[in-house]
């Protein structure tokens, strides 16, 4: 059983703001990747950031320069979003989303989790 939970989610107003957490706990071996979406009223999920347990970082084009996605240092199954400049077309709700890797009948498998989102929304 795999947990995943965001915390950070509010509203703030534009310009402004805030940090998102996320961490994933339960059985596995290890985990993948780790990353956030984000999906707003009437659109699909689409991605917003996501860091490799390598290291290696992808942005959306329309949150770079703006949002950064980082792995605690004393627990590497957290990760964080920065987001700055926070613009109202943010306002969303965002999901993490842990690949992990998972023995299944003693053999390794990805399977990937999803938390339960939380709100983020940006006044004009």
């Known amino acids: 059983q795999v947990q995943v939970v965001e915390t950070g989610g509010g509203l703030v107003q534009a310009g402004g703001s805030l940090r998102l957490s996320c961490a994933a706990s339960g059985s596995f071996l290890s ?13 699909q999920r689409e991605l917003v950031a996501t860091l490799t347990t390598g290291g290696s970082s992808n942005y ?3 949150v770079k320069g703006r949002f950064t996605i980082s792995r605690d240092n004393a627990n590497k199954n957290t ?4 987001m700055n400049s926070l613009k109202p077309e943010d306002t969303a709700v965002y ?8 023995l299944r009948n003693l053999f390794p498998r990805s399977d990937d989790y999803w938390g339960q ?6 006044s004009s």
């Open 95 to 102: 999901y993490c989303n842990a690949l992990v890797v998972q």
């Open 79 to 82: 990760v964080y979003l920065q």
């Open 31 to 43: 985990i993948d990747v780790m990353g956030w979406y984000r999906q707003a009223p009437g659109k």
């Open 60 to 62: 959306a084009d329309s």
């Open 117 to 122: 989102g939380t709100q983020v929304t940006v």
